[in-house]
């Protein structure tokens, strides 16, 4: 979903600032926003009203949400270090979608979550194919191009880590797991860059590179 003008408002980057990224789809996976509790409680439309004020219109401003994260994540800066953040799928039902941190013996996650954000996932977040789960309808990084490219998830990485200093990969299979780890990090960096990440409200236009200030 898009218009020719995208209107990032205050009360959407409120929006996204409450969104609750969990892990989704088939192997290799791929970040999603949670379906049951996108913004934090199972209430979602009293979540959207929250914000906007506006009692209707909440499936609307939700659905238009997903070229919002879009443009969220493709302009949006943030510096590398170290992050916390309350963990929201603490208290969810862990069978809705899966979480990195979740512990498949006890099933528990932790409260909070301490995480170093690194130049290679702020490289890798602005490149998420940000697409819709019309199953469970919410935005989603496609889980079977979360990179948006041909070939393996896992080569499109490589590609965009290139210009990253320290970051480039070799062909060896060490590399390969490291960048399967990358991965799935990017659940705790994109809920820490949702969260935290400096990006004011305006105009923005698709272009053929993705969404720009129009």
Same mark, same amino acid.
């Given at each position: 979903?898009?218009?020719?003008?995208?209107? $990032?408002?205050?009360?959407?980057?409120?929006?996204? @600032? &409450?969104?609750?990224?969990?892990?989704?789809?088939?192997?290799?996976?791929?970040?999603?926003?949670?379906?049951? +509790?996108?913004?934090?409680?199972?209430?979602?439309?009293?979540?959207?009203?929250?914000?906007?004020?506006?009692?209707?219109? +909440?499936?609307?401003?939700?659905?238009?949400?997903?070229?919002? =994260?879009?443009?969220?994540?493709?302009?949006?800066?943030?510096?590398?270090? &170290?992050?916390?953040?309350?963990?929201?799928?603490?208290?969810?039902?862990?069978?809705?979608?899966?979480? /990195?941190? @979740? !512990?498949?013996?006890?099933?528990?996650?932790? !409260?909070?979550?301490?995480?170093? /954000?690194?130049?290679?996932?702020?490289?890798?977040?602005?490149?998420?194919?940000?697409?819709?789960? +019309?199953?469970?309808?919410?935005?989603?990084?496609?889980?079977? %191009?979360?990179?948006?490219?041909?070939?393996?998830?896992?080569?499109?990485?490589?590609?965009?880590?290139? +210009?990253?200093?320290?970051?480039?990969?070799?062909?060896?299979?060490?590399?390969?797991? &490291?960048?399967?780890?990358?991965?799935?990090?990017?659940?705790?960096?994109?809920?820490?860059? =949702? %969260?935290?990440? !400096? $990006?004011?409200?305006?105009?923005? @236009? @698709?272009?053929?590179?993705?969404?720009?200030?129009?």
């Amino acid at each position: 979903m898009s218009d020719a003008v995208y209107d $990032l408002s205050l009360e959407r980057i409120a929006l996204i @600032r &409450r969104m609750v990224v969990a892990w989704g789809g088939a192997d290799p996976g791929a970040p999603t926003i949670h379906p049951a +509790a996108p913004y934090g409680s199972l209430d979602r439309d009293g979540d959207i009203a929250n914000v906007t004020g506006d009692d209707e219109g +909440a499936e609307e401003e939700h659905r238009a949400l997903e070229d919002g =994260l879009a443009v969220f994540v493709q302009n949006a800066q943030l510096k590398p270090g &170290r992050y916390q953040y309350h963990n929201g799928l603490a208290k969810l039902d862990p069978g809705a979608v899966g979480d /990195v941190f @979740r !512990d498949a013996v006890t099933g528990e996650t932790p !409260d909070v979550i301490t995480f170093a /954000v690194t130049p290679e996932h702020l490289a890798l977040i602005p490149r998420l194919e940000i697409a819709w789960n +019309a199953e469970q309808g919410v935005p989603h990084v496609d889980p079977e %191009r979360p990179y948006g490219a041909d070939g393996t998830y896992t080569a499109a990485m490589k590609r965009h880590l290139a +210009a990253v200093p320290g970051a480039a990969a070799n062909d060896d299979e060490d590399s390969e797991t &490291r960048l399967v780890r990358l991965h799935r990090e990017l659940q705790p960096a994109l809920q820490i860059f =949702l %969260r935290y990440a !400096d $990006l004011g409200p305006g105009d923005f @236009r @698709r272009a053929p590179a993705g969404w720009e200030p129009a």
